[in-house]
């Protein structure tokens, strides 16, 4: 199947500042990239929907000031966790949709493992 | 709104015992189904799908009917290996929208 590469894996942040995760497709054009968020024993929560280009469609309860989502180019985009205070630690997993169709398989990334501090 | 449901875990069966992981959903339409399946410190990876009912998704000795009459896809192995331990998810799509997650059940296959 395609690749998605996300990074870093995991990253150690002190409250207050930002924190930016990339994901890339590398084999394959992104139309759609979606953000996960997975809390422990938990299942993945979609936080947000982009399309490439175009502003990021947030799901209900989530700050969009405080979750950045950028999808600039087709092969790229990235969550930037604003202010990051304790309660974000989480394992946050990109995915992404290639070109073929909406209905079509969704390859993720490996996910970051973010803890603050 | 769209909704999965599954079983509730853990799951803990002796090698080469049968398998069978409920799920069971909610959506207006006709949404693609797939189980996706994590290993221990490895990221999500698509383990079978189905896009229409009755269709039938199968892939490393898993197989999942989706039965559009009960609303359900449920997943199923004859035989469980250990190497089959992992956290399974059901989950289904609908267009243009992000892919709608079960909780995940953990499956622990025991030598």
């Known amino acids: 199947g395609a690749v998605v590469s996300q990074h870093p894996s995991w990253v150690i942040c002190k409250s207050g500042t930002s924190v930016k995760i990339e994901c890339r497709s590398l084999d394959f054009q992104a139309t759609t990239m979606f953000w996960y968020r997975q809390f422990p024993k938990q299942s993945l929560m979609l936080m947000a929907t982009?399309?490439?280009?175009?502003?990021?469609?947030?799901e209900q309860g989530v700050e969009k000031d405080k979750f950045l989502i950028n999808h600039a180019s087709l092969t790229l985009s990235t969550l930037t966790v604003t202010s990051a205070h304790p309660e974000d630690s989480s394992f946050y997993i990109c995915?992404?949709?290639?070109?073929?169709?909406?209905?079509?398989?969704?390859?993720f990334g490996q996910g970051t493992r973010l803890t603050v501090v | 709104g769209d909704s999965v449901t599954q079983m509730e875990g853990p799951v803990t069966l002796s090698e080469e015992a049968f398998l069978t992981i409920n799920c069971t959903y909610t959506a207006t339409g006709y949404p693609s189904l797939f189980w996706y399946v994590q290993y221990p410190g490895e990221g999500l990876q698509l383990l079978l799908k189905a896009t229409k009912a009755d269709d039938k998704g199968s892939n490393k000795g898993f197989e999942a009917t989706y039965r559009k009459e009960t609303t359900s896809f449920h997943l199923e192995k004859g035989s469980v290996q250990v190497s089959d331990s992992a956290v399974y998810f059901c989950?289904?799509?609908?267009?243009?929208?992000?892919?709608?997650f079960g909780k995940g059940t953990k499956l622990s296959v025991k030598p």
């Open positions: 989950a289904l799509s609908r267009i243009r929208i992000g892919l709608i």
């Open positions: 995915s992404a949709r290639g070109l073929q169709g909406s209905n079509t398989e969704a390859f």
């Open positions: 982009s399309n490439e280009g175009s502003k990021a469609t947030y």
